[in-house]
């Protein structure tokens, strides 16, 4: 009765910026993360001007994908990966992101590993923009604030889905596209959108701008991608962090259902093709001005996505009578989750950078999804970051990780044996160990391949098999059977 389907995409995530490295080569130009630096818990990457000489940008080198691919994808492939989930680095195709042409040496490069992957057997799962916007962009059109903003994204869209179409099947337009909802960290207008806020601007507003405009990118990009290969599936991916009511207090349960708009706002329309009332109200209310234009509304009814892709790492809890001064965010303290109202939930425990470790939310988040919206769902990230010990053998031994990592399938597997939702697939993040968005450290590490490499860059860049690699294979082999 626990059988997944027998096509169950098993696979791991990535993201281009986090693990290839190669910042500069192949005729890449730099994107917005390319100048940020490392944090570390509560410590807030900086985002610099320009590349400065004397400061250390993770990224850049990141595990040196680019130059290993063979490699590693050699390990994927022993694992018995069904797919990989990476993204494609906006500024190899586009450097600039305002060129005529795409640049032909980013484009082989994808094509070099796609090529590598099939050969294995392994599906590439395609993200378009994953925190990769060109620098360019960012700096001289403002980003997504700035219309133009969605012609270049279109185009680039257009670029990889005529160069991959008989390669690639699943495609999503932008990851994590509600990061940016949390206003109150400066980092998620910039990596989701290459969007600054100048003091005395309205932050909320310029946010559901931006978000207009790549809700109607992400639209025409559904409706090319059909154009171009009917049988591709394209969706949207959110960051899923379900908020629960701190107590059955009416108050409680409200707050929470209205917090969870944050969450819902950019699915709602990514998946029924309009603004959901709550927003209008709320443009209403506060007196945003979205300029939006003739035809935007008939843009987003035609390109409604195919599925929705989720990361889910945790939950969080709100409580009506609480108003908390502290400084949190998502990134540092799931706890707070960016919520004013935030509360610790006693009844799960944290990860050592905060995140709650609640794997029922997993399959409750399953269930609002699929009721709410009735369309295919693919969990595409979802893990356990932390420390790992690499032994004097060269063995690491990472039970907590299993045990995560096994806690979250088993809610999966009820979810869709149980409750009946079409899941398509599982891609663990960070299959092998890559830099952390959030802090930039490498010590945060959610792979089942070890990397020697350390928050400093030092190390020999060797890869390693953790105790999870093993686990995770004979996972795929019974298609979730032996946990
Ligand atoms: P790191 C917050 C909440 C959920 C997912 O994050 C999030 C964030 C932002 O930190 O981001 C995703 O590396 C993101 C990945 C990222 C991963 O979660 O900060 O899509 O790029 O690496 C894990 O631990």
Redesign the pocket.
Same mark, same amino acid.
């Given at each position: 009765m626990r059988q997944l389907p027998k096509d169950f995409l098993w696979g791991g995530?990535l993201?281009a910026?986090?693990f290839e490295g190669g910042w500069n080569q192949g005729g890449k130009g730099p994107s917005v993360v390319d100048v940020m630096t490392a944090g570390a818990y509560n410590v807030p990457r900086e985002i610099t001007e320009t590349i400065e000489a004397d400061k250390f940008y993770p990224n850049h080198e990141a595990i040196d994908f680019y130059h290993k691919y063979k490699e590693d994808i050699a390990l994927f492939a022993e694992m018995g990966l069904k797919c990989l989930r990476t993204s494609i680095g906006w500024s190899r195709i586009f450097p600039k992101g305002d060129e005529a042409e795409p640049n032909e040496e980013g484009l082989q490069f994808y094509d070099d590993v796609f090529d590598e992957l099939l050969k294995h057997g392994i599906e590439p799962v395609i993200t378009l923009s994953?925190?990769e916007l060109p620098l360019h962009l960012a700096r001289e059109y403002g980003g997504f604030r700035n219309r133009k903003a969605v012609d270049f994204f279109v185009k680039f869209a257009e670029a990889c889905f005529n160069r991959y179409k008989d390669k690639v099947r699943y495609w999503m337009t932008f990851?994590?596209i509600n990061?940016q909802m949390d206003v109150n960290n400066p980092?998620?207008l910039w990596t989701n959108s290459g969007v600054m806020v100048k003091e005395g601007e309205n932050v909320k507003e310029i946010m559901y701008q931006t978000a207009h405009h790549e809700l109607l990118a992400s639209a025409l990009t559904v409706t090319k991608g059909k154009e171009i290969n009917p049988e591709f599936q394209i969706g949207a991916?959110v960051?899923?962090?379900p908020i629960y009511p701190y107590s059955c207090n009416p108050e409680d349960v409200m707050l929470a259902e209205e917090e969870m708009r944050q969450r819902y706002f950019f699915p709602d329309v990514q998946v029924r093709g309009y603004y959901p009332s709550y927003a209008v109200k709320e443009f209403e209310r506060e007196g945003y001005n979205i300029k939006f234009e003739e035809g935007d509304n008939e843009i987003l009814r035609n390109g409604t996505v195919d599925y929705l892709g989720f990361?889910?790492?945790?939950s969080t809890t709100v409580k009506s009578d609480v108003v908390n001064d502290n400084t949190g965010d998502? +990134?540092n303290g &799931?706890l707070n989750?960016g919520l004013p109202n935030s509360v610790e939930n006693p009844y799960v425990k944290a990860t050592d950078?905060d995140?709650t470790i609640d794997p029922t939310g997993l399959r409750y988040t399953l269930n609002r999804f699929y009721d709410r919206y009735q369309v295919p769902l693919f969990i595409v990230?979802n893990?356990f970051?932390a420390v790992d010990t690499f032994e004097a053998d060269g063995s690491i031994h990472d039970p907590e990780r299993i045990q995560y990592l096994k806690s979250h399938i088993e809610a999966l597997e009820k979810a869709v044996t149980y409750d009946g939702v079409d899941l398509i697939g599982y891609t663990p993040?960070?299959i092998i160990d890559? +830099?952390?968005? &959030?802090?930039g450290?490498m010590k945060?590490r959610?792979g089942m391949i070890y990397v020697d490499r350390d928050n400093e860059g030092n190390g020999s860049m060797k890869r390693y098999k953790k105790d999870s690699f093993n686990w995770y294979k004979q996972v795929i082999k019974t298609n979730g059977e032996e946990l």
């Open positions: 995530a993201a910026h986090q994953h925190f990851n994590e990061n980092l998620f991916m960051s899923h962090t990361s889910y790492y945790m998502v +990134v &799931g989750g950078w995140w990230e893990g970051g993040w960070g890559i +830099v952390s968005f &959030g802090t450290e945060k959610y």
